[in-house]
């Protein structure tokens, strides 16, 4: 009996001896697993600081660098005007005209990467003032008007009468998204009309969800570009690009600006036939 009691204490002493080891063996693996795993949380934290001041950089440089080139860009584009003011000859006519749409093109371009890298960093902020949305909407096509009989095509405002006169938002922005949307479309029409749509699509209380649509009879955009038509740089296609020149931020930069005000931005398109957008 005391053989047998000796043989089972020599067991469980030699059982315990094994579990205390692989105790001590489990503990060591999780400790380095720790370790490990520390390393790694401060690896990717520094990582995600650099990539945050990178980003920051490259804002800060963007938004510089547009600020130091469009002020002189604004005094070509003013003083073209002003010296075709001045009766020139025709030849001379045709060289300030060609100044002049250079120094406007590098304008919009200067522009749009202004305000991305505004939204980028964060720096927008949205108004809510009371304005008139027909002004905006009746503003902007007066103001296409001229480029689009330059193109011989029609432009057109399709007002919806039960829309207020007045309403609270930001009228800065809906005249940058709108002025976004049909100058596109008369970009990329070449003939047909671009119209603007509106529409009330409904009244709760003090709320009024109203509807405006780009519609053109343009160039169109093909089916595999639709779903990135709001990223970042890109446009119909690299031939689209090559011909009509941009940077391709213009509806990123539209969809940003709708998303900040808990709107939505669509698109339904078909290459060769035309694009209508909606906001």
Request: glycine share 6%; with cysteine.
């Amino acid at each position: 009996l005391l053989a047998a009691q000796a043989a089972i204490s020599l067991d469980n002493a030699l059982v315990y001896d094994n579990l205390g080891r692989l105790v001590d063996d489990r503990t060591r693996e999780l400790w380095d697993i720790n370790a490990e795993l520390e390393a790694r949380n401060r690896a990717l934290e520094s990582a995600r600081e650099a990539a945050e001041a990178a980003n920051l950089a490259k804002s800060q440089f963007l938004s510089t660098m547009s600020h130091e080139i469009r002020t002189p860009l604004n005094v070509v584009v003013n003083m073209a005007r002003l010296l075709m003011d001045e009766s020139p000859r025709n030849d001379q006519l045709e060289y300030m005209k060609s100044l002049q749409f250079s120094a406007n093109h590098l304008l919009v371009i200067i522009n749009d990467i202004l305000d991305f890298a505004k939204i980028e960093a964060g720096k927008i902020k949205l108004e809510e003032i009371s304005f008139s949305p027909r002004e905006v909407a009746e503003g902007i096509t007066k103001a296409f008007q001229f480029r689009a009989k330059e193109k011989n095509i029609s432009l057109r405002l399709d007002w919806d009468s039960s829309i207020p006169e007045h309403v609270l938002g930001d009228e800065v922005r809906l005249t940058q998204i709108l002025n976004n949307l049909v100058g596109n479309a008369i970009k990329f029409t070449e003939k047909g009309f671009v119209s603007v749509h509106t529409e009330l699509l409904s009244k709760q209380q003090d709320k009024y969800k109203i509807k405006f649509e780009v519609r053109d009879t343009g160039i169109g955009i093909p089916a595999d570009r639709i779903k990135s038509i709001f990223q970042d740089y890109t446009q119909g296609g690299d031939d689209t690009t090559r011909k009509f020149g941009g940077t391709g931020l213009g509806l990123t930069i539209c969809k940003r600006l709708v998303d900040m005000q808990n709107g939505e931005l669509s698109v339904r398109s078909k290459e060769g036939w035309g694009s209508n957008f909606s906001i």
